[in-house]
């Protein structure tokens, strides 16, 4: 029981800590995706965080117009939906997957069906 004890902490050159591991994922992040890609995931990035802020408004603050938290939850998460298949669309590394969809015709896809979502958000507040 007097013998020595393992460090804690893993020092080998080897074995990527969690911390390596994040900034490698964020170096190639950075390097190899596309501005256009970079500029939907902030995009999604937005849409989550204003889901979340809505979500804990809800249950910290008040629910009272339920209506309209609803709408405004149901239209992040569809435009989050939405936007996530733009960006497996518009991807060039998914291009062998949607031969017959050019980056234009996902826009408009994207753009339309933006429109009809929130044409039924409007309405769902009364």
């Known amino acids: 029981m ?3 004890k393992p460090s804690a902490t893993n020092t080998s050159p080897g074995v990527p800590t969690s911390s ?6 964020w170096k190639a992040y950075n390097e190899t995706t596309p501005s ?18 809505q979500f804990l408004y809800c249950i910290l603050v008040t629910n009272f117009p339920f209506n309209a938290f609803l709408a405004g939850f149901a239209s992040c998460v569809g435009q989050f939906v939405l936007t996530a298949s733009l960006r497996s669309q518009v991807n060039p590394t998914n291009r062998e997957e949607f031969k017959e969809v050019s980056p234009e015709r996902a826009f408009a896809d994207f753009a339309m069906g933006s429109i009809v979502l929130h044409f039924f958000v409007f309405n769902f507040l009364g």
């Open 2 to 4: 007097a013998g020595a």
């Open 36 to 53: 256009r890609l970079k500029a939907i995931d902030a995009f999604l990035v937005f849409l989550m965080l204003s889901g979340i802020v």
């Open 20 to 25: 390596n591991a994040l900034d490698s994922l």
